[in-house]
């Protein structure tokens, strides 16, 4: 078990080192001191004002992660997730704007519009995956450049407020009713103290909801478990039943569903109303390094959510110290290209492992041992734990 | 002159040329695994040379050693007295060594000559030295095919070949290469008795013109009948050598497996009149192709072993996919008990009560990331004891697993092993037992032994027998006609899509059987 666990962040571990290792030559060949950069990183970047943006920011990337590793589960690519999110943001924004509600109604209600509007821009990949067989790929990359000029047209259109309300091009305001409380009051009450300044963001539980869901929903539920199957092996999960189409089509829709979620955090926040910034660009796309990062697991995508997010945070106080903070972002792109690399030595590594503990036990068997094709553990000796 | 004996084989006392090929203390390793650990081989020039051993024996390890497809961690390699040393199969190509491999390496929509050629292409001369020089190839194909009785047109498609003859064309692959010693790895497993005996009668030819073979087999009779020296090869190592003349078939068998047989056969019969399922005019085509599934119908009875014999591609996979539902019908119903499934999901037919032993497990059967727990869950996610409402029991599973394991000997250390990590005998194990646990109406067992060692088989027909007393209707396919002949109370031949032939098994025998498979003695009501 504990051998287990080792193996498992031996991958990250070893990337985030390697990451280090590549920036500390590219600071030295540009000449700045990495020994003043990681001292700015391990010493600001832990101090409270910090570790609260770099939740906040980790909450919008750890939803967009796993609506990513939703499709990642059954081998679907869900590159669109960019395109969702922005679209549906746009329309719950406009929802939230539009209706009077009491509050936790009215959060809810955004929420369900989000998530529908997300879930139906992915039903067009999804559809024509299931019934034409184009390529998700394709089709969702596509559509992300669709629903931006989408989203434009229905903005200038329709859902923008009057310039009397607002010069800046956008939805209009989401009365308070309908808003996300920040949680410095409840941190407050149970000692914790944060500084006035920053929010602490309700949104975090958002995801922690999304995360628990995601977790039953893919390991716990038949549903998951024929969505697994199809991903590991797609024609062996039909012959067990399981119905194809049915599983591309209800996997990209809850793809599409989580996606919706991703861009409520300032929308519903700080901003309360949709416009061009109020929506950070990109999240989907980071969502698909994040889930790479945490290897589409609950526990893992949050990690992987927390670094990426701290590494941005961290921004702030190396630009302060005038350090080139773009450092940061080479960190995160060499983390997720040798995190991949990394993830398949360790993945040799334990299948060696695995099998020279099956060898042991059949070696223990005897010399008289059937003939086996390698690779094949056959002896019936005493219980052998796998690597 | 050498008996069978259980030492490797001493150099024979054989005077004159050396042998064509000498392998001395052959070990290869993998990973967890010794492949061949004494492997000792001493093959007379024009001479057919057997090499038996059950599946997993290590006879495909060392015939890609032979052919430098893999470099032995010890011992040595000698080629008409040479000790050689192979980084390639270019390598033992030059050497005067060629492969024939057991699925065939051609390009359908190519000609005979271009698919010999290829990659071996004759030039035409300076300064044309970028065409090929087809005529030469062709005279060069013409005169082969004469001198060893290799007759095949050259200008023909590959795709208008038969099996026996596409097998020609790659031996004339390999001659053409200039190949002394032709290795063969099981050549016998795609043809029906008949084409067999011609290729017997081909390699007899070669060895006269002073070719030397090696053939892998497991088919005793053939390598009795067709071999002049045979090396049985067990666990790794070459255990004994013998000559066809001085041991029985079962003397053999013995040698490979190092116990005694065991045997498929079922007689007392269970058959009731009760049918399980029904197929009628079961009818799959395109446009514009033969049809896949031709008006096949048959009923299967409770306690009833259904034995559907054909070579493979004559519909086997569709039928299967038909009753399973995993394909569009053009014509016909399938029938469960006294349902009308025609209509229904796979998911639904399943739980209805039908098992399915696929012919692939790897492709069709098995989750091999998954442990094995999530394994047995596999097919049967719709109920106890592996779901509870729309929950995974995972208690329930791993119990289930649990006796799977124990009432079927999967051996394996724990039930969280990922299944790929289980040898195929033990996975196959595994996947019976979670079909048979789930104590279906129908089981549809599609090669339930390929692959699998002789004591898993044994084991799996046993299993088969039990469910078969206990009432259950199963349709049995496979390529082996033993298997067939002793498990089936009833055997329906198929060709070309059609039931061409219903025999009772207890007068079949794989000749006759032969001759329905290929279509020679189409019945014509069926």
Not at chain 1, 46 to 73: C, E, H, M
Not at chain 1, 256 to 271: D, S, T
Not at chain 2, 456 to 485: P, Y
Request: overall charge negative.
């Amino acid at each position: 078990m504990i051998r287990r666990i080792t193996m498992a962040l031996a991958a990250p571990v070893l990337a985030i080192a390697f990451a280090m290792v590549v920036s500390a030559i590219m600071l030295a060949l540009t000449d700045y001191s990495a020994g003043d950069v990681f001292h700015v990183i391990f010493t600001e970047g832990f101090d409270r004002t910090n570790l609260v943006t770099t939740v906040n920011r980790a909450a919008p990337y750890y939803i967009s992660g796993v609506a990513v590793a939703i499709g990642f589960k059954m081998n679907l690519f869900n590159i669109g997730v960019e395109g969702q999110y922005k679209l549906a943001a746009l329309f719950a924004a406009a929802a939230a704007a539009a209706v009077e509600l009491p509050a936790p109604l009215h959060v809810l209600f955004t929420f369900a519009v989000a998530m529908l509007v997300g879930a139906a821009w992915a039903s067009i990949p999804a559809l024509l995956k299931a019934y034409r067989g184009v390529s998700e790929v394709i089709s969702s990359i596509m559509l992300n450049a669709t629903a931006l000029g989408v989203g434009a047209f229905f903005i200038q259109r329709w859902l923008r407020a009057p310039a009397s309300e607002s010069p800046v091009l956008g939805t209009k305001t989401i009365p308070e009713s309908g808003r996300l409380p920040t949680l410095n009051g409840v941190l407050g009450a149970v000692g914790i103290d944060v500084p006035d300044a920053t929010r602490v963001q309700s949104y975090v539980l958002v995801a922690a909801v999304v995360g628990v869901a995601y977790y039953l929903l893919i390991w716990r539920s038949r549903y998951g478990f024929d969505l697994r199957a199809t991903g590991s092996n797609a024609e062996a999960a039909a012959a067990s039943g399981v119905n194809a189409k049915r599983m591309i089509i209800t996997a990209m829709l809850l793809s599409g569903a989580a996606a919706g979620l991703i861009g409520l955090n300032n929308v519903m926040g700080p901003a309360a109303r949709y416009t061009d910034v109020s929506v950070v660009t990109g999240l989907g796309f980071t969502g698909i390094a994040i889930a790479l990062l945490g290897r589409n697991n609950p526990v893992g995508i949050a990690f992987a959510a927390l670094l990426w997010a701290f590494m941005d945070a961290v921004q702030t106080p190396l630009s302060n110290a005038d350090l080139p903070k773009q450092i940061t972002a080479i960190m995160q792109g060499i983390t997720v290209l040798s995190v991949v690399i990394a993830y398949e030595v360790v993945r040799r590594i334990s299948a060696r492992q695995e099998l020279s503990g099956l060898r042991r036990e059949v070696t223990a068997g005897g010399a008289g041992l059937p003939p086996a094709d390698p690779p094949s553990p056959t002896g019936a000796g005493p219980e052998v734990a796998p690597a | 002159m050498t008996t069978p004996t259980q030492d490797p084989p001493a150099p024979a006392p054989d005077a004159g040329a050396p042998p064509a090929v000498q392998l001395v203390g052959i070990v290869k390793r993998f990973p967890g695994v010794v492949a061949n650990r004494d492997v000792n081989l001493r093959v007379a020039p024009a001479t057919i040379h057997a090499i038996v051993g059950e599946n997993g024996a290590g006879k495909s390890t060392l015939m890609k050693i032979l052919y430098g497809m893999q470099a032995p961690d010890e011992g040595t390699i000698s080629v008409a007295g040479e000790q050689v040393s192979f980084k390639s199969p270019n390598d033992a190509i030059d050497a005067g060594i060629g492969m024939v491999h057991q699925h065939f390496m051609l390009a359908d929509n190519l000609t005979v000559i271009e698919n010999i050629v290829l990659g071996y292409e004759p030039r035409r001369s300076f300064p044309l030295n970028f065409l090929v020089d087809t005529a030469a190839a062709r005279k060069r194909i013409i005169e082969l095919g004469q001198r060893y009785g290799l007759a095949v047109d050259p200008d023909v498609l590959v795709e208008t070949l038969g099996v026996g003859q596409r097998q020609r064309v790659e031996i004339l692959k390999v001659l053409f290469r200039g190949a002394t010693t032709l290795i063969l790895d099981e050549p016998t497993a795609v043809l029906v008795p008949q084409e067999v005996d011609e290729l017997f009668a081909n390699l007899r030819d070669l060895k006269r013109e002073g070719i030397t073979i090696l053939f892998i087999s497991h088919k005793l009779d053939e390598v009795l009948a067709a071999s002049d020296d045979i090396t049985v090869i067990r666990a790794g190592a070459t255990v004994a050598t013998a000559k066809p003349a001085d041991v029985t078939t079962k003397e053999l068998a013995e040698l490979m497996v190092g116990s005694e047989l065991p045997s498929p056969e079922t007689r007392a019969s269970t058959v009731t009149d009760q049918v399980e399922l029904s197929v009628q005019g079961l009818g799959i085509a395109e446009i514009g192709l033969r049809p896949t599934l031709d008006g096949i119908s048959f009923d299967i009875h409770r306690g009833e072993i259904v034995g559907i014999a054909g070579i493979e591609g004559n519909g086997q996979t569709e039928l299967i996919a038909a009753i399973l539902g995993l394909i569009d019908l053009n014509a016909g119903t399938v029938r469960l008990g006294d349902q009308d499934i025609t209509a229904w999901p796979t998911r639904r037919r399943r739980e209805a009560g039908i098992g399915y032993v696929p012919e692939d497990r790897h492709r069709h059967a098995l989750l091999l990331d998954a442990p094995l727990w999530e394994n047995e869950i596999l097919g049967h996610q719709s109920g106890p004891p592996n779901v509870k409402g729309p929950w995974i029991d995972r208690a329930g599973a791993r119990e289930r697993t649990r006796e799977i394991v124990e009432r079927f000997d999967v051996r394996t250390p724990n039930i969280d092993v990922r299944a790929e990590a289980l040898s195929g005998g033990n996975q196959q194990k595994l996947i019976i037992g979670r079909e048979l646990m789930a104590e279906p109406q129908v089981m549809i067992a599609a090669h339930p032994t390929r692959g699998v060692d002789v004591g898993a088989q044994a084991a799996i027909w046993e299993q088969l027998k039990e469910a078969r007393r206990n009432g259950l209707a199963t349709l049995l396919i496979s390529a082996d006609l033993e298997e067939l002949i002793g498990l089936s109370d009833r055997l329906l031949v198929i060709f070309e899509g059609r039931v061409v032939a219903e025999l009772d098994p207890a007068t079949a025998t794989p000749t006759a059987l032969g001759e329905h498979m290929t279509g020679s003695n189409r019945r014509e009501d069926a």
